[in-house]
């Protein structure tokens, strides 16, 4: 153990913390900031956000009084506990020094030292809202080079607005739009070009929406990664891609003036209430919902049979959309949770969902069979899972079709070939339909009720939005009328034994 100080601690946050620690101890402090009873409930949901650090080695950034120090160093076979507060890290010290295997370091992060590659997982706790954006950008490129490849990187910030004691006077924090980090961490690459972080997932700590009624603390699990190849030109990452594209704001708003409130995928509430109901749902059970978009099968399932969904989407967009959607429909985070992720490579622990549920998603993953894998593994024995997906015909496309799938980034299978993964992937009892007679009738009934309610789009929309929204839709008949683009069904079950 040791205890390293310097003086590049930054003079406005000291100033900050000197002032009011007049009004009682450290501890009193930071119980005032973030009530006890708060913290007994947010502490487990945060530790259960991290990957698996046994035995790895461990930067702690913003360590503060150690609320987080402990938990760590008990799986960790080292923790270097950083923060750039001298009274904090002595209280930590105090309170922790007896565990073996801590470094207790006051330094001013953005001036810290590390060798390269020697770091398995960072944890940062409320410490980038209290730097500026060049610090952040800086500080993300530093951590990179810390991590190992293929180490992970937590963060958690408050973003937005202040969350906590508004009453304390000047508060040197930078409250930023999620938007903002992700852009950060997006922009990066190594030195050499090599590296880079992916998302893993991020969502809204859960805590703070059940007791405050917050969406403004935000936490993400990125990993150290090869840079591949951009996905297109000017963005930098696939969901910069779906963000920057097909899913930004207006488009999500779009097809949501389309499909119905708080939906985003074929049929809106009509298909949901049919695909729905071949699940039979059981009050208490937990549900993945892949690709969930604004929420809309998520808070009809939660609503209406009383199961827990979780959602993972990878497009901010629509995240930030579903979580303003929940509030509108009174559904709270006991019945639906929201995350920005990546289904290939998010992990739940094993057996974690009685159903797994997505609607016209997995059309953006090319390796279908890997997820199909992946998703088995997270169902309970006897676990049900329900897909309805973009499809294509069998054989040669035409070049148009051919463009229309590459400017997607679409992945099609034939309705046959789709369901013989499910099978591979080893569910049983798998029912492989072509909807594409219903699809075609959706569409149909779409397009009539927009021409109908033309003069209701134009309330929310322009003219040049309704001809763009009306074009795509017949687009999109005609190529089902063609045969080319297909839809698909697919229900399939995990074995009980």
Excluded at 1 to 10: G, I, V
Excluded at 409 to 428: E, S
């Amino acid at each position: 153990m040791s205890l390293y100080l310097t003086t590049d601690t930054r003079q406005a946050m000291l100033d900050y913390w000197k002032e009011h620690s007049k009004e009682g101890s450290v501890q009193e402090m930071m119980l005032d900031t973030c009530a006890e009873e708060l913290t007994k409930e947010e502490l487990p949901e945060i530790l259960s956000y991290l990957p698996d650090f046994r035995g790895k080695t461990v930067v702690e950034l913003g360590a503060g009084i150690g609320r987080f120090t402990a938990e760590l160093a008990r799986k960790a076979k080292k923790v270097i506990a950083v923060d750039f507060i001298e009274d904090f890290i002595r209280q930590n010290m105090k309170s922790n020094q007896q565990m073996g295997n801590i470094d207790f370091v006051v330094a001013d992060v953005t001036r810290m030292n590390i060798p390269s590659e020697r770091v398995d997982f960072i944890f940062s706790n409320w410490l980038l809202m209290y730097l500026e954006d060049k610090e952040v950008l800086a500080l993300f490129g530093t951590l990179l080079s810390w991590l190992k490849p293929r180490g992970q990187l937590f963060i958690r910030e408050s973003c937005r607005c202040q969350s906590g004691n508004k009453t304390r006077g000047a508060n040197p924090t930078f409250y930023r739009e999620p938007e903002q980090y992700e852009a950060f961490y997006e922009s990066l690459t190594s030195p050499c070009g090599l590296y880079g972080f992916n998302l893993l997932f991020s969502k809204v700590v859960q805590t703070y929406i059940k007791r405050k009624n917050n969406n403004n603390q935000v936490v993400w699990l990125l990993q150290k990664v090869k840079k591949i190849d951009s996905p297109a030109p000017g963005v930098q990452s696939w969901p910069d891609f779906l963000d920057k594209q097909q899913y930004s704001t207006r488009s999500i708003l779009q097809y949501e003036k389309i499909f119905g409130r708080t939906f985003v995928s074929t049929g809106g509430l009509e298909t949901t209430e049919e695909f729905v109901d071949m699940l039979n749902l059981c009050p208490g059970q937990s549900v993945l919902d892949v690709g969930g978009g604004i929420g809309g099968s998520a808070f009809y399932m939660a609503k209406n049979f009383g199961v827990k969904v979780t959602v993972i989407d990878l497009s901010s967009n629509m995240i930030k959309m579903a979580l303003d959607r929940a509030q509108e429909v009174g559904c709270g985070p006991d019945e639906v949770v929201f995350e920005v992720g990546d289904a290939t490579k998010r992990e739940y622990p094993a057996e974690s969902f009685d159903v797994i549920y997505s609607r016209d998603v997995i059309l953006h993953i090319a390796d279908k069979l890997s997820l199909f894998k992946k998703l088995y593994k997270f169902l309970k024995p006897g676990g049900k899972i329900l897909i309805s997906d973009y499809c294509c015909c069998p054989g040669i496309h035409s070049e148009e079709f051919k463009a229309y799938v590459k400017q997607r980034g679409y992945y099609l299978l034939p309705p046959l070939t789709y369901g013989k993964l499910l099978d591979k992937a080893g569910f049983v009892n798998v029912v492989s339909e072509d909807r594409t007679e219903q699809f075609e009738d959706i569409l149909r009934k779409e397009i009539k009720r927009t021409e109908k309610n033309k003069e209701e789009y134009f309330k929310d929309f322009d003219e040049d939005c309704y001809k763009d929204s009306l074009d795509g839709w017949k687009d999109k008949q005609s190529r089902v009328q063609r045969g080319e683009q297909r839809w698909g069904l697919f229900y399939a079950e995990k074995p009980t034994a």
